[in-house]
């Protein structure tokens, strides 16, 4: 008790610092958080069938796997051959998605040695992620801590992963995510919450050994083991 007292402390300064930011801390038994209010867009990174070939339906156009949705800046969204930021590495046939790129995220299963393993990385048709920006990174919240995401909309609320990065505004989710937010969605391309109507708190230190979650069942195990706060 007296750690979560003195971390809910150290979060009331962090807030103060950071316009639209929220702290918190339910009944005593829940790991205190940092929250954001914030619109949000659809991250399909890490989903086998989010980029590929022209040829291929995919969930997001090639332009949004580039920093910034640019395409003359670097690729972020899938690998590259030797990293050099322009030879896509192409799923095989005992893939889950032959021809297609191999799309990562920034968290990933470290007991998987072949980074050019799709099940390295977060499913974004299966698993909830959000994607860590400023409010989070000053909270101390690293990737792979739990979260606990609600809609104002729908009156849903989702426990999720902190499983990606790139948008410092931290307004973007993944396509499961938003899904069982009670939003319609299909893809990453032009689909996206456009009003400030989602709540995410980060839950600092809530993972420490950093598991890697390869299912949405075990996020939704770990997060009623720690009785994160969903009262919303």
């Not at 300064?13 to 958080?33: D, E, H, I, K, T």
């Amino acid at each position: 008790m007296l750690w979560a007292l003195l971390f809910g402390a150290l979060l009331v300064g962090v807030g103060s610092l950071l316009p639209g930011s929220l702290w918190g801390q339910a009944g005593g038994a829940s790991l205190p958080f940092v929250a954001l209010r914030t619109k949000m867009t659809v991250d399909v990174d890490g989903a086998p069938n989010a980029y590929g070939p022209r040829n291929l339906p995919t969930l997001d156009f090639l332009k949004n796997a580039h920093t910034m949705g640019r395409l003359s800046a670097p690729i972020v969204g899938y690998l590259t051959r030797n990293d050099d930021g322009r030879t896509p590495v192409i799923q095989g046939p005992k893939d889950p998605c032959p021809g297609y790129y191999v799309s990562t995220t920034d968290f990933r299963d470290e007991a998987i040695d072949n980074d050019a393993d799709p099940h390295k990385y977060l499913d974004a048709r299966k698993i909830s992620y959000v994607v860590l920006g400023r409010v989070g990174e000053r909270g101390h919240v690293q990737m792979g801590d739990l979260a606990v995401v609600h809609s104002d909309r729908t009156g849903k609320t989702v426990y999720a992963v902190v499983g990606d990065s790139g948008n410092p505004s931290g307004g973007e989710g993944s396509l499961a995510l938003l899904r069982a937010l009670g939003y319609p969605f299909h893809d990453g391309k032009d689909d996206a919450v456009e009003k400030k109507e989602i709540v995410i708190r980060y839950f600092p230190g809530s993972n420490p050994t950093h598991r890697f979650f390869h299912s949405q069942a075990e996020i939704d195990q770990a997060g009623e083991a720690l009785k994160l706060d969903k009262d919303f």
